[in-house]
């Protein structure tokens, strides 16, 4: 069954959603991501610590208010005011004194009122000041000679209204504004504002510059990869840093290493195969020329000479003369069934299909011995059985092209050839004192083409050819066949 995340990512209006933004790049992805943590955390502390600085001030300010209500109780019970008038001037002085620079509190008004709330005497206009309900206040709900704090809306803005008890039952009721907090607050907000600013410049700079780094190098990966794909290997990246980032650009260039290594390999192994077909064409262009000079110079001959026998067999006059020409016939006939022979033979010899591999190979190394005059000591080993017969072919044309090769280019006297058939499967040695060669050298390349040959037809059968040479120090050919090759039927 599906997850709840699974089907949380399949609601359309999500799948478009996370469209829209995962076609953004990384930059504006890591950006976005940065900036908005910036912002929202700036809105966030900005919000509390403006919240609980206006918490605090306004518990400061209940706390200045009782202590300025605690002055007039002790003023209007010990010393009174003899009169409204000086009442009143004593209300206005309390505002004013409170409300000037010095002290951190804005008094909007001070009222006296009697217990049936009416107003004795007030520093401001009295009636555009909520009244207290009579009644309301009482000896038993006095925490610390003050009755209540409430805060109000007047015409002038929120203010923190203290009611505190006298003794003979009058109330004084304060009102101390909070335009002193809304300024600090707004000032400090104002301030939070401007260092979230600051944050997010450097927030923004901070973020393209790590974007940056992240992307340029991915950039370069992505580049590398559109060469590499259209198939130009040599391009490299630069290690950035030495982080995950810097080991994937390693990864990445030792990955083109080995595709150019490989590349490189793949063209000159199709250039040697391209040379090897090149040359078999033309080998067999030659061979086909020298068959066609044997037969016109030899065969040809011989027919010719036949038939001229024939045609004087027919002047012949007496019995005697019949059978020598007769018997010249014959010599000429059995001259050009040997030449036929011969030529077959060098074609494939049948002896390979008759008697198997060491046989065939026996009678090719005579006459190589014998063309040559090269001494070739031929070694067999656990040979008991015959191969498959496409296996001995292709045994039989390395042996061959392998000499054919030391014939041409080592200037030998001396090859020794082995074929052993071990439990690893079949392994040919090839060794020969002749001049030798560098195999990272032009010559290898001039004599690869029949260990080219060599090479393909071992490729046949999942084999290996390994070629030790020196100049001045002869040559030798290992060449091993699996024992899987043994059962299967490859085409040689």
């Not at 192994?269 to 391209?274: D, F, I, P, T, Y």
């Not at 191969?387 to 090859?415: C, D, F, W």
Request: without cysteine; proline residues 4%.
């Amino acid at each position: 069954m599906p997850s709840t995340l699974d089907s949380f990512w399949r609601i359309p209006i999500v799948q478009r959603l996370w469209d829209f933004f995962g076609a953004a790049s990384i930059r504006v992805k890591v950006m976005g991501i940065v900036l908005g943590v910036i912002v929202l955390l700036g809105v966030f502390v900005s919000l509390q610590l403006r919240n609980a600085l206006y918490q605090t001030l306004e518990d400061q300010l209940h706390i200045q208010g009782m202590g300025i209500s605690g002055v007039m109780l002790n003023r209007l019970e010990s010393n009174p005011p003899p009169d409204s008038a000086a009442l009143l001037e004593y209300l206005v002085g309390i505002e004013e004194h409170y409300s000037a620079s010095g002290h951190n509190t804005l008094v909007d008004y001070v009222i006296l009122r009697n217990p049936d709330s009416t107003v004795i005497a007030a520093s401001d206009d009295a009636l555009l000041i909520p009244e207290i309900e009579p009644g309301i206040p009482s000896n038993e709900t006095v925490v610390n000679g003050v009755h209540e704090i409430r805060k109000l809306f007047t015409p002038w803005g929120y203010v923190i209204d203290i009611i505190t008890p006298l003794g003979d039952g009058r109330l004084i009721q304060l009102g101390l504004a909070e335009d002193t907090i809304e300024q600090i607050t707004n000032t400090v907000a104002l301030q939070i504002f401007s260092v979230t600013m600051v944050m997010i410049a450097v927030g923004f700079v901070a973020a393209f510059f790590l974007t940056w780094i992240l992307t340029r190098p991915i950039l370069s990966l992505v580049e590398a990869t559109r060469a590499v794909a259209k198939g130009d290997f040599s391009h490299r990246v630069t290690r950035w840093a030495n982080d995950e980032i810097g080991d994937l650009a390693d990864a990445f260039n030792a990955m083109t290493t080995s595709l150019e290594g490989a590349a490189q390999e793949s063209q000159e192994r199709e250039a040697l195969r391209e040379n090897y077909v090149r040359g078999v064409i033309t080998a067999q262009e030659e061979e086909r020329k020298r068959i066609a000079r044997e037969l016109h110079d030899s065969t040809s001959q011989s027919l010719t000479s036949l038939l001229v026998g024939l045609r004087n067999l027919e002047s012949a006059n007496d019995l005697e003369t019949v059978r020598g020409r007769i018997e010249d016939i014959r010599e000429v006939v059995n001259g050009t069934l040997d030449e036929v022979h011969a030529l077959a033979w060098q074609l494939r010899p049948s002896v390979l299909d008759d008697l198997g591999l060491v046989a065939a190979l026996g009678r090719y190394i005579e006459d190589f011995q014998r063309r040559y005059q090269v001494q070739v000591d031929f070694v067999t080993r656990g040979l008991a059985e015959r191969l498959p017969l496409m296996l001995e072919t292709s045994l039989y044309r390395m042996v061959q092209e392998g000499l054919t090769n030391i014939a041409r280019h080592a200037k030998a006297n001396n090859v020794s050839v082995l074929i052993e058939q071990r439990q690893k499967g079949i392994r040919v040695i090839i060794e020969d004192n002749g001049v030798g060669f560098d195999p990272a050298s032009k010559v290898y390349h001039q004599k690869s083409l029949g260990l080219q040959g060599i090479r393909e037809r071992i490729q046949l059968f999942g084999g290996k050819l390994t070629i030790e040479s020196q100049p001045g120090q002869g040559t030798s050919l290992f060449i091993e066949i699996p024992p899987t090759a043994m059962t299967e039927t490859q085409a040689t």
